[in-house]
């Protein structure tokens, strides 16, 4: 309950709920199916969801769905099962995990997507992506907000937006 924290500025992703808080969209973000080339071009190329079963997929744990991955099939949500020998709590070590071929991974593009662009990681089930997460900045109402939050504020936006691949 962000509303009770005393706080200056939160970033989250998803929706904020409450009566008490200012919000700004600061981005919509992918969640992509990645890894590296050589890793694709050892172990192929996922098809569809279900050919992750006969994949080493690297979780993230702090997700409720970390080890069943959300995939939209005919319109409708699908938690697809993995499994996988590696499971962490920080998208960063997912990211060093698939950039040196440990794996695949389910990660948002604001983390992979200067990757993405750069050739040193590749997409996979696109056509089976959820809708994008949104990120959003959120603070206390404030009458006049200070130069520098709002400067900050500008600065999130344009980094976020900058970081996801088409």
Request: aromatic letters at 10%; one cysteine or more; a neutral charge.
């Amino acid at each position: 309950d962000l509303g009770s924290e005393d706080f200056d500025l939160a970033i989250a992703i998803g929706t904020i709920n409450s009566p008490t808080l200012v919000t700004r969209k600061l981005a919509e973000s992918r969640r992509v199916v990645v890894a590296s080339p050589a890793y694709f071009k050892e172990h192929g190329k996922p098809q569809k969801p279900q050919d992750l079963l006969h994949h080493n997929c690297m979780s993230y744990s702090n997700l409720n769905d970390g080890k069943n991955w959300p995939f939209r099939i005919g319109g409708r949500k699908h938690l697809q099962p993995v499994q996988g020998r590696f499971t962490a709590n920080n998208g960063l070590l997912l990211l060093e995990g698939v950039l040196n071929g440990c794996g695949i991974a389910t990660l948002p593009t604001f983390i992979v997507g200067p990757h993405i662009m750069a050739g040193r990681l590749e997409m996979a089930l696109e056509e089976y992506e959820e809708e994008p997460l949104i990120i959003q900045a959120a603070w206390a109402y404030q009458r006049h907000m200070s130069a520098r939050m709002r400067s900050f504020i500008d600065y999130l936006a344009e980094y976020f937006s900058g970081a996801a691949p088409p």
